[in-house]
């Protein structure tokens, strides 16, 4: 199984700053993805990370707001940008590779804007 | 599109009952099936998976759980509940997403209370 390292692994901001996660892994996975977790609520989908080209964003998600990198295949940065009490969640970096296969998930940032 | 419920928010159990969380998913085609577990503030771990064959498929922890295609449930089982069992449970749905991987689909979660 993948072992997955995300960074900070907790935060308080001020709301209209912005917050870099960072996640890495330490094997070659083929799909990189972040969740959002609210407060009470399931995982949501925000977007999936390809390498060396632009993410794939959900409905609802926009890259103006949550940017994403993703320069090799072993690390990703999302951004929560211009951030409002409503982006406190829990954020959640997964991977996966190859087909039919499980997800593998890190521990998540917990982000509370202030 | 695919997607999973769970119907439960809550179950409370008493230490050493027996255990079943209920999971029902809508998919076309033979869906990939998984239950994760997240203790406080922590992060996902994998329970266990169904992708094809036996429909009983047995994970950690002493879980368990049955694939019904005729009932598209998923249900999570465990003969002997302990404390430590306590966390929220999320099934999950996956489907072929691009480049062959896929992309799960989470249900909202069961809360699951362990009294001693």
């Known amino acids: 199984s993948a072992v997955i390292s995300q960074k900070p692994s907790r935060d308080i901001c001020q709301r209209g700053t912005s917050l870099t996660i960072q996640c890495q892994v330490d094997?070659?996975?083929?799909?990189m993805f972040w969740y959002r977790q609210q407060p009470g609520q399931s995982l949501t989908l925000i977007a999936t990370?390809?390498?060396?080209?632009?993410?794939?964003?959900e409905s609802g998600f926009v890259i103006d707001k949550f940017p994403i990198s993703r320069p090799n295949l072993t690390f990703s940065t999302l951004t929560v940008s211009n951030m409002s009490p409503e982006d406190s969640s829990i954020y959640l970096c997964?991977?996966?590779?190859?087909?039919?296969?499980?997800?593998?998930f890190g521990q998540g940032t917990r982000l509370t804007v202030v | 599109a695919q997607s999973v419920t769970q119907p439960d928010i809550h179950i409370t159990v008493s230490e050493g009952a027996s255990l079943e969380l209920r999971c029902n998913y809508s998919?076309?085609?033979?869906?990939?099936l998984f239950w994760y577990v997240q203790s406080p503030g922590q992060g996902l771990q994998l329970l266990l998976k169904?992708?094809?064959?036996?429909?009983l498929v047995q994970g950690i922890k002493g879980f368990e759980a049955e694939f019904k295609r005729s009932q598209s449930s998923f249900n999570l089982r465990k003969p002997s509940v302990h404390w430590s069992d306590a966390a929220e449970y999320f099934c999950?749905?996956?489907?072929?997403?691009?480049?062959?991987?896929?992309?799960?689909?989470f249900g909202r979660g069961t809360s699951l209370i362990v009294h001693p």
């Open positions: 998919y076309g085609a033979t869906p990939y």
């Open positions: 169904y992708f094809s064959g036996d429909t």
């Open positions: 094997s070659q996975v083929t799909m």
């Open positions: 997964s991977v996966a590779s190859g087909r039919a296969t499980e997800a593998f």
């Open positions: 999950a749905v996956g489907e072929s997403g691009s480049g062959g991987s896929y992309i799960p689909t």
């Open positions: 990370a390809n390498q060396g080209s632009e993410a794939t964003y």
